[in-house]
């Protein structure tokens, strides 16, 4: 099946099964091994990219389904010579380990700050109505859909807060 | 998994066309994929209807008409959901992860799948799955299983959070059939217990796509969901309720309550409803509406603990209702 994706800004045509996941194009077919994948079941978050804007599990999509879009990966949120805030911060707060969850955190840290930008409210949010603060709890909650093995949270908590803050690391 | 014709649908009719000759809708595909990987389901035929116009939310009957395209995020995030019917967004905010919720639809979530353990290994007997063939759960790991509704064939409960919410709020669906006509159901009447056939869920027909939910204009009083689970985000309900509560001067003068994680179908009970109204919150009271709504439960070794959870977290709902709002 013929696909075209927009992929970290340059065009692609995916000529793959129907089955193919997202993930799968993106690794096995496209040689863009930066997003991870961990379960395979939408259940760790290792396999999240931003498609159009939002956060998805790249695991749980068809790519056939994406003919059009645009896809974000981490390859496209920042180079080894220009790191994004959030890559930056990752590194001076020690927000990983192994660094296998590293590339979802990322993907997905950076589009959570566009929803909280965009006043979406969280399962902790104390008033549904009211601007968000942006406390550690809000954090970790939105963030719940990436798990990390190695327990990195404490600081990935903190790598976060300090960009979402609009401090410079 | 196995292999599938793939088509995407440009129009409602076209999707209708294909849905009458037999294809598989697919939506968000949290989890229809899920599934399919796992080949608990082999549809032959996928229909991708998320190119209709189904993503809107807008006013209408005066309540609220959302598209069943309309992801969890955008239902849960939207103005008029949190300030009127701040439950629903509740139990969307407590269900799956930022994630999920962004690609997870109104229509798949309400026809998600059951999370039993024996349901999902195609390895394992599952009267839902392979009717006849006999349950393993019962007696078996029953964790997320009903206490309430099940079946000597089949305990599974209904996962969803979202459809306890609607079903409170006593929203309804207008699906259309494979003839092109549109009817409109209640939610309430909409899942079907197990019996003898749990592999039939709904009352759907083959072929029938769900368009709209509807939900009834805004009740007074407060509202609230509260959920319980293994872990503080990312799990699935062990016990969940949604309920409202409208009072005046000083006793219950309107409730709608309904429950999660103990059923196979988003449980509302009208008797637990009729004994709240006309009364004065109390102890006591949320005592007798605890009894009649566990009247006939039937919990399993791996489950009984679901029995006193339940109380207490529809104890905890009701006080936390039923408190006096500091002036
Ligand atoms: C790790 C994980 C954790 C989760 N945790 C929670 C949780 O805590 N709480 C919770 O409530 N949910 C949870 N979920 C489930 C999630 O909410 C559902 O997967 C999602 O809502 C399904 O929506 P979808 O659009 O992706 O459905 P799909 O996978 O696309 O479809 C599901 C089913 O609905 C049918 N369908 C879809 N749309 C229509 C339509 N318009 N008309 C007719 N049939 C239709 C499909 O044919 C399919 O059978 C979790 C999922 C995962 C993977
Ligand atoms: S690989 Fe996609 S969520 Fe784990
Ligand atoms: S750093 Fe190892 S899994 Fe997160």
């Not at chain 2, 006013?59 to 609220?64: D, K, R, V, Y």
Request: aromatic fraction near 4%; proline fraction near 5%; glycine fraction near 10%.
């Amino acid at each position: 099946m013929q696909t075209k994706l927009t992929i970290n800004g340059k065009s692609h045509n995916l000529n793959a099964d129907t089955r193919t996941t997202l993930l799968d194009a993106l690794r096995n077919h496209l040689g863009m091994t930066g997003t991870k994948k961990g379960c395979d079941h939408g259940q760790c978050g290792a396999c999240t990219v931003i498609v159009n804007g939002r956060r998805i599990n790249s695991c749980l999509t068809l790519a056939c389904m994406h003919d059009g879009n645009e896809v974000t990966t981490i390859e496209g949120l920042g180079t080894v010579d220009d790191l994004s805030p959030l890559q930056r911060a990752f590194v001076a707060h020690d927000g990983f380990q192994c660094g296998y969850c590293t590339p979802g955190q990322i993907c997905s840290a950076t589009a959570m700050l566009e929803e909280i930008k965009a006043g979406w409210p969280s399962h902790v949010s104390a008033d549904l109505n009211a601007e968000i603060a942006l406390s550690d709890a809000e954090i970790a909650e939105r963030m719940s859909g990436n798990l990390c093995r190695c327990a990195a949270y404490p600081n990935i908590v903190e790598a976060i807060r300090t960009v979402a803050q609009g401090g410079r690391t | 998994m196995r292999s599938f014709h793939y088509e995407r649908a440009a129009d409602t009719p076209d999707a209708v066309a294909a849905c009458a000759a037999g294809a598989t809708i697919i939506a968000g595909g949290t989890n229809l994929l899920d599934l399919m990987k796992r080949e608990v389901v082999q549809p032959e035929r996928l229909i991708d209807i998320t190119r209709l116009d189904l993503r809107t939310i807008e006013s209408a009957e005066g309540g609220l008409s959302i598209g069943a395209l309309v992801s969890n995020s955008d239902l849960a995030a939207h103005r008029d959901v949190r300030r009127d019917w701040p439950v629903l967004a509740q139990a969307l905010l407590s269900g799956a992860s930022g994630q999920l919720r962004n690609k997870a639809t109104t229509g798949g979530n309400l026809l998600q799948r059951t999370r039993c353990y024996y349901f999902q290994d195609s390895a394992m007997p599952c009267n839902k799955r392979e009717p006849g063939s006999g349950c393993h759960a019962l007696g078996g790991a029953t964790r997320l299983h009903a206490i309430l509704g099940g079946s000597d064939a089949c305990i599974a409960t209904h996962p969803s959070d979202m459809a306890v919410a609607m079903t409170m709020l006593d929203a309804s669906l207008d699906i259309i059939g494979k003839d092109g006509a549109s009817r409109r159901l209640r939610l309430r009447d909409f899942y079907r217990l197990p019996g003898d056939t749990p592999h039939i869920e709904t009352v759907l027909q083959p072929g029938d796509l769900i368009a709209k939910v509807v939900l009834p204009p805004p009740a007074g009083g407060r509202q609230t969901y509260r959920k319980v689970r293994d872990r503080a985000s990312y799990a699935f309900a062990l016990v969940s309720v949604a309920a409202r509560i409208e009072l005046a001067e000083g006793r219950i003068a309107d409730a709608s309550l309904a429950f999660g994680g103990i059923a196979p179908r988003p449980w509302h009970d009208p008797a637990v409803d009729r004994l709240l109204v006309g009364e004065v919150p109390s102890a006591a009271l949320f005592a007798r509406v605890a009894d009649v709504l566990l009247d006939g439960a039937a919990p399993q070794e791996g489950n009984a603990f679901k029995v006193p959870l339940l109380r207490r977290t529809l104890t905890a709902t009701l006080n936390e209702l039923c408190r006096e709002i500091p002036q």
